[in-house]
């Protein structure tokens, strides 16, 4: 069975960093697709970055050059590093992996960015 577990989430002021990871377990981690989404309140939910299993990285306009995703597949985990927030980016985050035409989530994990 399949589970991820998200982390790192907090309360950071505007221009501050946050570091998310996401372990997974019950996968064959290294050949699947990871990503982060977000979903803010009355919102619904948003890609915010993929990371392909040869780490191939795309990221959503609204984040390029301040979020960075990565991998280890030593560890089964994915991270997002995520620098210079704003308090748009408040939301709770989740990791997802795609195993075939499965997709599976995490719980998420809660930033919240005040200004």
């Known amino acids: 069975q399949v589970q991820l577990v998200e982390s790192g989430g907090g309360l950071v002021q505007a221009g501050g960093s946050l570091r998310l990871s996401c372990a997974a377990s019950g996968s064959i981690f290294r050949f699947n697709v990871m990503g982060w989404y977000r979903q803010a309140p009355g919102k619904q939910r948003e890609w915010v970055a993929r990371?392909?299993?040869?780490?191939?990285?795309d990221y959503a306009d609204s984040v390029k050059g301040r979020f960075t995703i990565s991998r280890d597949n030593a560890l089964n985990t994915v991270y997002l590093q995520m620098n210079s927030l704003k308090p748009e980016d408040t939301a709770v985050y989740y990791c997802?992996?795609?195993?075939?035409?499965?997709?599976?989530w995490g719980q998420g994990t809660q930033v919240t960015v005040s200004s």
């Open positions: 997802k992996e795609a195993q075939g035409s499965r997709d599976y």
């Open positions: 990371i392909s299993s040869i780490g191939i990285k």
